[in-house]
């Protein structure tokens, strides 16, 4: 029981750092938040189902196409949206709200709604550590989290574009004076962003069914790890991923399942009244306390 | 050649801004126009309407008392994401109040419209330290978490919700009262934000340190502002849950939190009539296309996409401005 619950747990953690990551990297760098997380996290789920099943693509191909769409999605929405309300943190807040919502609910107005919406999975089967069975999938869920964990570090940290996103996230100003296009850094941030919801889309979907109700989970699971983690923080991330992971698993298993989602909200009042911008937010603390 | 356009305030503005306004009937109806309007379309020709319209005009005027709440809260800087929250506490005080001790909406709608409030604040009452987007996220997230919170824990009649509730006496009652909350509330909080504690209330938006700087305690208005912008959203939902004979977990549904939110930015913000005419045009149209079902939520996200990006002023400082300036072509020299 115990063995079960903490690999279980570690499990559901990854799947929760998979989730907040988009959106922590766009916010933590052109200081986006970007609401319509939840709907490009669905949007690529459905394409990929569509491009499968509608029009006979490969798997391969057809995740490949996904994820450059949504990152493309993400592009659009930079330049068309928010570069217009660049700054205005609450407009930004509203027109990207607006536009998930609007693309979340044209989906279930041509009535995506139902079991039939299911990807594959990598490998079937599962194995048993111990007397636990755990399946392939949520393996691979654990080991892709970690290898794009490790990928986004190397990328920001030996890149030109990934040292081009940090230069912007810590001084916007000074690294205008070097040549860096704040614009065009936001626009990529967003793109990036996108294409990790729909990684996390393609990976995470398998478990279940695709819902346009999943959109809205994700959004808010990515906002209580962001708030906790602290936002813009990739540590925190990290952190607070495993310890909601493992509180909401702990939860279902030893007290009742339907207590399970009280945890992130208990996590966030909690974060927000010790310490307000989060586990991991030290360089961003005084701008957003008064 | 280049021209810009020049706007000038109407002489008759300036005549009316002062005491002076009562040297002639011109003036004071100046003033009065735009007034009454509101007055005498919402209380005078509703009686004159079919049923099914008085029907469309109440839920009109519930989500223009739901978008005033949200202006009341943007005057002090909160974007509320989820004022379905404010709705869905209410209808459930009110509701379990009439259920389950059969108080009489004589009295669940003002202890819920109360109640609500202070709850409401409360619950948000950690995130008001925070500025920026900390606010607008835990607003997003509350609602839902209580939506699963009564679905899996089965409290205050779970997914049925609470069915059989004490009605209005009549439609034309539960008519008026829903628009004399209205113009109460919008005429109010025009009144408020217009007074010493208003300038307060909009310098905290501007510029909070400011204000902090002033020897004011910014959480302090912040909280009173919040527990004003919740009461009026509570009272909708005391009065929605009236009307349907029902409580449940349609109070948390999106559409309380879209709608209004798509009719104040419409309308125009941080002028209250702004949203309550962004109701008035959104709420009737949406009745009208009815047939499109689900795709009206995709009309209103567009909407506001659209308002926020391209139109921020908003439909009422438009009218405002024709109203009280007019405007010529002048050349740059």
Request: aromatic fraction near 14%; glycine fraction near 10%.
């Amino acid at each position: 029981m115990l063995l079960g619950t903490l690999i279980y747990g570690f499990v559901n953690s990854t799947i929760l750092a998979l989730v907040a990551m988009g959106f922590n990297l766009t916010f933590g760098i052109s200081g986006v938040a970007n609401f319509a997380y939840g709907a490009t996290y669905i949007f690529s789920g459905f394409l990929v189902w569509i491009l499968l099943n509608s029009l006979g693509v490969p798997y391969f191909f057809s995740v490949v196409i996904a994820v450059i769409c949504a990152a493309l999605l993400g592009f659009l929405i930079y330049y068309v949206v928010i570069l217009r309300v660049k700054g205005l943190a609450l407009s930004e807040v509203m027109a990207t709200f607006g536009l998930g919502l609007a693309i979340m609910e044209l989906f279930r107005y041509f009535d995506f709604v139902g079991f039939r919406y299911t990807l594959p999975v990598f490998f079937d089967g599962s194995i048993s550590i111990g007397d636990v069975y755990i399946d392939y999938q949520r393996l691979a869920i654990a080991l892709i989290a970690m290898a794009l964990t490790l990928f986004i570090y190397l990328f920001t940290h030996h890149t030109r574009i990934g040292l081009a996103f940090r230069a912007i996230a810590q001084d916007e100003r000074t690294a205008l004076t070097f040549g860096i296009n704040s614009d065009r850094i936001g626009a990529l941030s967003m793109a990036f962003g996108s294409a990790l919801a729909a990684v996390a889309a393609i990976v995470i979907l398998p478990l279940g069914t695709i819902a346009v109700e999943g959109g809205y989970d994700v959004l808010i699971n990515a906002l209580a790890v962001c708030i906790v983690g602290g936002l813009g923080s990739t540590m925190g991330i990290l952190v607070a991923s495993v310890m909601i992971g493992f509180a909401q698993t702990f939860t279902a298993n030893y007290l009742e399942p339907h207590w399970m989602m009280l945890v992130s909200l208990i996590a966030i009042a909690v974060v927000l009244v010790v310490k307000p911008s989060g586990l991991f937010s030290h360089q961003k603390e005084l701008e957003e306390r008064i | 050649m280049k021209r810009r356009k020049e706007r000038i305030d109407r002489g008759i503005k300036a005549r009316s801004e002062d005491i002076f306004a009562l040297t002639s009937y011109r003036e004071m109806l100046y003033l009065l126009f735009p007034r009454a309007v509101p007055v005498v379309i919402l209380l005078g020709l509703t009686p004159l309407l079919s049923p099914y319209w008085q029907e469309v005009l109440i839920s009109t005027a519930v989500y223009a008392l739901l978008a005033i709440s949200w202006d009341m809260l943007i005057c002090a800087g909160l974007v509320s994401l989820g004022q379905s929250l404010f709705y869905g506490i209410g209808s459930y005080i009110a509701g379990a109040l009439n259920y389950y001790w059969h108080w009489s909406p004589l009295f669940t709608i003002p202890v819920a419209t109360v109640g609500g409030g202070l709850l409401c604040t409360i619950l948000l009452l950690p995130v008001l330290r925070l500025r920026g987007i900390y606010f607008a996220m835990v607003t997003l997230v509350l609602p839902l978490m209580f939506l699963r919170l009564v679905e899996a824990t089965r409290i205050l009649g779970g997914t049925e919700g609470l069915t059989g509730l004490t009605p209005f006496p009549g439609q034309l009652t539960a008519l008026y009262v829903i628009q004399l909350g209205l113009l109460c509330a919008l005429f109010g909080f025009r009144r408020i934000i217009n007074s010493d504690y208003g300038l307060i209330v909009r310098g905290i938006n501007d510029n909070d340190r400011a204000v902090m700087s002033a020897g004011l305690n910014i959480h302090w208005y912040k909280a009173q502002v919040l527990f004003l912008g919740a009461s009026v959203g509570a009272f909708t939902g005391a009065f929605g849950t009236h009307l349907d004979m029902f409580a449940g977990m349609p109070g948390f549904a999106l559409d309380y939190s879209i709608m209004p939110l798509a009719a104040a930015v419409v309308g125009g913000t941080g002028t209250f009539a702004g949203p309550m005419l962004g109701a008035f045009i959104l709420v009737p149209l949406s009745e009208i296309l009815r047939a499109l079902g689900a795709l009206r939520i995709v009309f209103y996200g567009l909407f506001l996409v659209i308002f926020v990006v391209a139109l921020p002023e908003g439909i009422f400082h438009y009218l405002q401005r024709k109203y009280h300036q007019f405007e010529r072509w002048v050349e740059v020299e």
